[in-house]
């Protein structure tokens, strides 16, 4: 099928103009797709799920659907913009499903674009790293309610970072491709950081901690600004909702929009972690969340910062040693690049720990 006849196969007004491949994600294939209707421009995202990630698509998509239904009534309770902050989901007309299937058996799905709306890969500018925070502890928040055990778990263990640590053994131990011998600095290192990078699991093994729906993917590039104001609109990318821990969501960001570089930078002399990026964002999304967090999940917030940065380095190096089959890779190496970039920042996130302590306590 052409990617005209799959927009074709969703419920969609108006008549197919073109498409554009987009470059960015480094699981799914992605798709900008332009519409006319009277006249007037529309723009779609098509996307095809990568199944050897996404094992279970319709489970994906469910999960998607329920999530961003419940959100939008939330917002709708609000008389907000439903339209701006939620992603929508079209339905395929042959059988109402959120998801249409090609003649390989490949799944792909369709978003309306919001209008007039931009993603920025790399942020310089502080009310956009702060929009950030707000939108992503916004999301946390109009989820509050949501049971998050009734979502599926669409890859168990994601952000388990003993389970990355157990793979990540397993590759170095059967070494495939005889590849750990390139790669042993980085490997101590992170075997280094491993009991640290571990507790925040641990207190979850143990129950310490609440399970929320977390988004588990929160690069500053899964939210959308108005091009014009600057204001942060809806979270995009819900493929990874599960249930989860909101330090992941917390952490997960802040090592991405607040690294100096972007993750796979290879100048690692100059990846630090950047203190107002840290803050403004932290300011966003802290300011949403407080009232719902307990003590321990305030007191290791930043421990989640350190955790992610770490299992993303650890994910990064076992897809190396395991032939780079999981991330889209643009050269031989490149998770080897992202690891190092990410073991740069961790080792900065550890140098920074108190500061980074001292800020998050001004905004409880
Ligand atoms: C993947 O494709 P993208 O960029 O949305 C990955 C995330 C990583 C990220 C690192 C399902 O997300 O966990 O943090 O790459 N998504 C999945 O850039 O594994
Ligand atoms: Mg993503």
Redesign the pocket.
């Known amino acids: 099928m052409t990617i005209r006849e799959l927009c074709e196969s969703f419920d969609i007004n108006g008549k197919y103009v073109n498409c554009l491949e987009l470059g960015?994600?480094?699981?799914?294939s992605t798709y900008l797709v332009k519409y006319v209707r009277d006249d007037v421009e529309r723009q779609f995202i098509l996307q095809r799920i990568n199944k050897n990630?996404?094992k279970e698509p319709e489970k994906v998509m469910d999960n998607i659907v329920r999530v961003t239904n419940y959100v939008r009534e939330k917002v709708e309770q609000c008389k907000l913009s439903t339209k701006k902050l939620v992603m929508r989901a079209f339905l395929s007309k042959a059988d109402g499903k959120p998801f249409v299937i090609d003649d390989n058996g490949e799944y792909w799905r369709c978003y309306r674009f919001i209008p007039n709306s931009i993603t920025y890969d790399t942020v310089t500018d502080l009310s956009i790293v702060e929009g950030a925070g707000t939108a992503f502890g916004r999301f946390q928040n109009y989820l509050h309610g949501f049971d998050a055990q009734s979502l599926y778990t669409t890859?168990p263990d994601?952000h388990n970072t003993s389970v990355r640590y157990q793979a990540f053994e397993k590759a170095i131990k059967d070494d495939p491709l005889s590849r750990v011998k390139r790669v042993e600095n980085e490997i101590e290192k992170l075997m280094s950081f491993k009991q640290k990078a571990c507790l925040l699991q641990d207190y979850l093994d143990k129950g310490e901690l609440p399970i929320r729906v977390t988004h588990?993917?929160t690069?500053c590039n899964?939210v959308s600004f108005d091009k014009d104001t600057g204001e942060a609109l809806a979270v995009l990318?819900l493929?990874?909702v599960m249930p989860g821990a909101v330090a992941h969501d917390f952490g997960?960001a802040i090592r991405?929009i607040a690294n100096s570089l972007i993750?796979d930078d290879t100048d690692v002399e100059n990846v630090s972690l950047v203190i107002e990026k840290y803050e403004a964002f932290t300011k966003g999304f802290i300011t949403q969340v407080k009232q719902s967090l307990t003590e321990l999940e305030k007191a290791t917030m930043n421990l989640g910062v350190f955790a992610m940065t770490v299992e993303?380095a650890v994910?990064f190096l076992t897809d190396y040693l395991l032939g780079d089959t999981?991330?889209k890779t643009k050269h031989p190496g490149h998770n080897v690049d992202?690891a190092r970039n990410q073991i740069a920042l961790a080792e900065d996130v550890l140098r920074k720990s108190a500061r980074l302590d001292e800020i998050i306590k001004k905004y409880y």
């Open positions: 960015t994600g480094n699981i799914n990630v996404f890859i994601f588990n993917d690069k899964n990318d493929d990874t997960d991405f993750e993303l994910r999981y991330f992202r």
